[in-house]
Every structure is written in structure tokens, then in C-alpha cells.
């Protein structure tokens, strides 16, 4: 028994030694930052989050096949990450309503700044006024290169201003499916929406988004417009 109870304190001494060595660790402290900006617009991509666009990290510095890390990009198309380990990596866009873009190498170490510029699916542009308990929506769709089919366009309206698919009235969000549309009826085809039900007095936020049959089928936004 005596020496079972010694084996045991001894196994205990050295998981204790273990997890000495293991918390002696730096955590890990460099950032990577940067902007992913609209080649339509010349300004940041205009996305939300979560459901907008992911980044990609590859550290490549001790392995050609290394596990990949993910982070979710900002709704206003900048990204930032604070918590990495000085090293090589890859760094890449995915998952947001662009074309594939090309990884970048940089070395992380301190502050480390990395920019993209994608070509997003499409490009949607609106008028958006308020009258009262009415909303008048007005909005073009385009893009600059043929992708997968446009499937549908919505106006988002909430009270919140992170407007968007994760957050909206759905009463007072109406959206068009274009599943049975030609792509080039829907690219030439000014589109109308009056919305009634706004409540006076109240602030809306209001943005029109559309998406194609790509990848996670994000939206491609306008700006918010915030109207009292």
C-alpha cells in the first residue's frame, strides 16, 4: 500500500512539473490587420458580421502542411487579429461575396499590415427615402464579371443598426426571388419597393442587399442609411 500511495504522489509531482512547463508559455501577442477594399467601389467592402467574409491563416514558418486558423472579417471590410505567435503565414480572404483571391506571404511580427482588393459578385446601388409611415425603394443591380446564377435581392429594415440577414423586420423586408430570372432581365431591370408600417417616431436602418448561387451565398450590401 505504501507503495502504491508513493507511485501515486510521484505521478502527481511530475503532471505537476508538465503543467509548470506548459504555462511558461508567452501568449501569443503580434497582430495582423488590413483592409479588403471593393475594386467596383475603391472603398472597403461593405459586408456584416458574422456571415460576411472569414480570414485564412496558414503559419508556414515550421510546416508545408500546417492546421489552418480562421477569423471572421468586420462588417466595414477591415479585419484584425491580436492574438498570434510571431511567424511566416499565408493569409487569405474567403467565404465573403467576391471572386477567389490569391493568398498573401507576410511575416508577423509586432504589428503587420496585409490589404486585399476583391472583385465582388455584384454591385447594387438605391435610392432610399421615408415618408412618414412609408418607405420608397429604388435599386439597380450590376456586376463586372459573369458568376453563378443571382438567386434573389432584398431590402433589409430594423431598428437595429447592424441591419442585414442576421438582423431585420422580416415584416418589413421584402425580398425578390430571382431563381426563375434571367440574369440579364434582372441586370437590366430597375427594381421598386413601397414598404409601409414604419412606426413615426422611430429610427430605421435600412440597406438593399443581393446574392448569387456562389459559395455561402453572402449578399453583396449598399451602404446603411439611417433615416429618423
Not at 435610392?127 to 409611415?133: A, F, L, M, T, V
Not at 413615426?200 to 435600412?206: K, L
Not at 448561387?213 to 453583396?220: L, P, S
Request: net charge negative; hydrophobic share 35%.
Amino acid at each position: 500500500m505504501k507503495r502504491i500511495k508513493l507511485f501515486s504522489l510521484c505521478l502527481l509531482a511530475a503532471f505537476g512539473v508538465s503543467c509548470a512547463d506548459v504555462d511558461n508559455y508567452d501568449a501569443p501577442e503580434e497582430t495582423i490587420r488590413g483592409t479588403v477594399t471593393d475594386l467596383i467601389t475603391g472603398e472597403p467592402l461593405v459586408t456584416e458580421q458574422p456571415n460576411g467574409f472569414r480570414i485564412q491563416l496558414a503559419e508556414i514558418s515550421w510546416s508545408d502542411n500546417p492546421q489552418l486558423e480562421y477569423f471572421w472579417g468586420k462588417a466595414d471590410g477591415t479585419f484584425q487579429n491580436t492574438r498570434l505567435f510571431p511567424g511566416t503565414y499565408e493569409v487569405t480572404p474567403i467565404e465573403g461575396p467576391f471572386f477567389d483571391v490569391e493568398a498573401k506571404t507576410v511575416e508577423v511580427k509586432g504589428v503587420t499590415e496585409v490589404n486585399f482588393e476583391v472583385m465582388p459578385y455584384l454591385h447594387v446601388t438605391a435610392s432610399i427615402q421615408r415618408n412618414g409611415e412609408t418607405l420608397n425603394v429604388t435599386y439597380d443591380i450590376e456586376r463586372q464579371r459573369v458568376g453563378e446564377k443571382i438567386i434573389d435581392a432584398r431590402v433589409f429594415v430594423s431598428t437595429n443598426p447592424n441591419v442585414g440577414s442576421n438582423i431585420l423586420d422580416n415584416d418589413l423586408s421584402p425580398m425578390r426571388d430571382f431563381a426563375s430570372t434571367p440574369d440579364e432581365e434582372v441586370l437590366g431591370t430597375t427594381y421598386q419597393e413601397t414598404i409601409t408600417g414604419l412606426e413615426v417616431g422611430r429610427t430605421y436602418y435600412v440597406r438593399v442587399g443581393a446574392r448569387t448561387d456562389a459559395g455561402d451565398k453572402r449578399y453583396n450590401f449598399t451602404k446603411t442609411v439611417e433615416l429618423q
